[in-house]
């Protein structure tokens, strides 16, 4: 999509489908495409997840909601809701945890944090581009996270040698 052009969340999905083929492929190996715009019904309230794949190599589920703004802790709530009621109505015995992936414009790394719960590793948000990165901002980016990773594997070694 163009970059500069004012787009809808029904325009990104649109050429998502689109270019299905494709997506699916840099989704990774495993995944099929179960539905787009698939409705759950909640006591009579009726709510729309923009994708849904499933993972035969992973043998989960994988809920996609896109987002063309900022992510807010609502979207956060609403992806967990999604996650929830695909494990108590959807997912079949030998399935493993459905995994839930917001893709938005832009996301605020603290707000995340503090909105999902520590025990919560099922649901992930990915800022999209509208273009291929270059490849030193594949490099930075890919370094960035790296750090990320380290820094919370350290923490999570600080906090388990606390706790004994």
Do not use: W
């Not at 993972?55 to 609403?78: E, S, W």
């Not at 590793?121 to 370094?143: G, H, M, N, R, V």
Request: with cysteine; hydrophobic share 35%.
């Amino acid at each position: 999509m163009k970059e500069n052009r004012k787009f809808l969340e029904k325009d990104l999905e649109h050429a998502l489908i689109d270019e299905l083929q494709t997506f699916l492929l840099e989704l990774g190996k495993g995944f099929s495409f179960v539905a787009r715009q698939r409705r759950i019904t909640v006591d009579g309230d009726h709510y729309y997840i923009d994708l849904v794949f499933y993972n035969y190599v992973l043998k989960c589920f994988m809920l996609i909601d896109l987002k063309v703004g900022k992510l807010t802790h609502q979207d956060i709530g609403q992806m967990d809701f999604y996650v929830h009621y695909f494990e108590k109505e959807e997912r079949l015995v030998g399935d493993n945890p459905s995994i839930g992936l917001i893709l938005c414009s832009d996301k605020n790394e603290t707000m995340v944090r503090y909105t999902l719960l520590e025990d919560s590793k099922q649901i992930f948000a990915s800022k999209y581009k509208l273009y291929l990165p270059t490849e030193d901002e594949l490099k930075k980016e890919l370094e960035r996270e790296r750090e990320m990773l380290e820094m919370e594997r350290r923490l999570g070694e600080d906090k388990e040698g606390r706790g004994r």
